[in-house]
Antibody, heavy 120, light 107 residues
């Protein structure tokens, strides 16, 4: 059974940093691209970042480019999102999602989400 | 960025109704279009990938069609468990973008 478990969310002050983690199991982690998607409470979905199976292809939404860094660790079957210079508008549930292909095609499994609140 | 526009933003329907949601892309995305269902407090769930392929385990009452810029999601006979918000998402080019969502509520 595919499982994605996010952690690392919480309350943080504007301008500070936070690192999200996503522990993956139930599939061959190295075979798939992975993504982060966020959703502000009561709002729609926003793709944040994606990383290819071998980390050679990485991209970000313009809203986080230069502030967030995605990475993955195959030994730990884990995905990460380093978030720096956080802003109030970064407050959201952050979901880790598995791509359904080796190429960037779409997201077939999602974690339960972790809430990030940026506030003083 | 590619803009995805869903219509309607919300709809009221009865159990047993046939429901159609449309999604329009601001440019040609071929068939790089996915549909997700999200229930309150839950993560999104993939229903349809590549515009018309049914994700494993998803009931056949869900179907997708379209290519290029215009796409539709159809629920053939609405059931109580189908009341949710539905999102389209393009995977043709990054940044990936979602439609604003269509909330299906009980009439």
């Amino acid at each position: 059974e595919v499982q994605l478990v996010e952690s690392g969310g919480g309350l943080v002050q504007p301008g500070r940093s936070l690192r999200l983690s996503c522990a993956a199991s139930g599939f061959t982690f190295d075979d798939y691209a992975m993504h982060w998607v966020r959703q502000a409470p009561g709002k729609g979905l926003e793709w944040v970042s994606g990383i290819s199976w071998n980390s050679n292809n990485i991209d970000y939404a313009d809203s986080v480019k230069g502030r967030f860094t995605i990475s993955r660790d195959s030994a730990k079957s884990s995905l990460y999102l380093q978030m720096n210079s956080l802003r109030a508008e970064d407050s959201a549930f952050y979901y880790c999602a598995k791509d359904y292909g080796a190429q960037w095609l779409g997201m077939d499994y999602w974690g339960q989400g972790t809430l990030v609140t940026v506030s003083s | 960025d590619i803009q995805m526009t869903q219509s309607p933003s919300s709809l009221s329907a009865s159990v047993g109704d046939r429901v159609t949601i449309t999604c329009r892309a601001s440019q040609n995305i071929r068939n790089y279009l996915n549909w997700y269902q999200q229930k309150p407090g839950k993560a999104p769930k993939l229903l349809i990938y590549a515009a018309s392929s049914l994700q494993s385990g998803v009931p056949s009452k869900f179907s997708g069609s379209g290519s290029g810029t215009d796409f539709t999601l159809t629920i053939s006979s609405l059931q109580p468990e189908d009341f949710a918000t539905y999102y389209c998402q393009q995977s043709y080019i990054t940044p990936w973008t979602f439609g604003q969502g269509t909330k299906v509520v009980i009439k």
